[in-house]
């Protein structure tokens, strides 16, 4: 059965700090991963990821994947309040579906 | 910047009522999903149409749910009848023709209240 774990499911920092998000798969004919933040509203794209090894950057977020290990993270240094969100990672597995399977989400609070 | 279009954004209803939620996907995206985000989870995928042509449904309660895409480009879902467990946000997403390793874009959500 197709699987996506998120770890930690909260997190609570001071502004300043630099967190990584975990994520972890286990999905039939792995195609890519995607990084997607939510706050009160629908998800926003961050990345996507289909090369091991390969970091994707974008200001303070970056993110990695590891096709051996079957995991990726995702670094948000320098925090700000505005980073608080729930962060989701999904995955594309189906072949010919083009379907994403999510996990339940990081909720990221980072306190002034 | 091309969005999609969901409303109403906001539903209450009682159950054993009937509700309808439209999506109006980008222009252009011929790929369009219907997802179930209950409070605390991801989002789960209920349908997903290529064009007018469903792709896949192996998720949807077909017993009271229902989803479709007549002409290729905005789509209804509709739960007749309403149950308490069917609160929650329905996102539904766009994107484009056969692309390989494509994001998906997400409409606002409609979030829904069953009573």
Known sequence: EDKVVQSPLSLVVHEGDTVTLNCSYEVTNFRSLLWYKQEKKAPTFLFMLTSSGIEKKSGRLSSILDKKELFSILNITATQTGDSAVYLCAVEGLAGANNLFFGTGTRLTVIP | ?115
């Open chain 2, 1 to 115: 910047e091309a969005e999609v279009a969901q409303s109403p954004r906001y539903k209450i209803t009682e159950k054993s009522q009937a509700v309808a939620f439209w999506c109006d996907p980008i222009s252009g995206h011929a790929t369009l999903y219907w997802y179930r985000q209950i409070l605390g989870q991801g989002p789960e995928l209920l349908v997903q149409f290529q064009d007018e042509s469903v792709v896949d449904d192996s998720q949807l309660p077909k017993d009271r749910f229902s989803a479709e895409r007549l002409k290729g480009v905005d789509s209804t879902l509709k739960i007749q009848p309403a149950e308490l467990g069917d609160s929650a946000m329905y996102l539904c997403a766009s994107s484009p023709r056969d692309r390989v390793g494509y994001e998906q874009y997400f409409g606002p959500g409609t979030r829904l209240t069953v009573t």
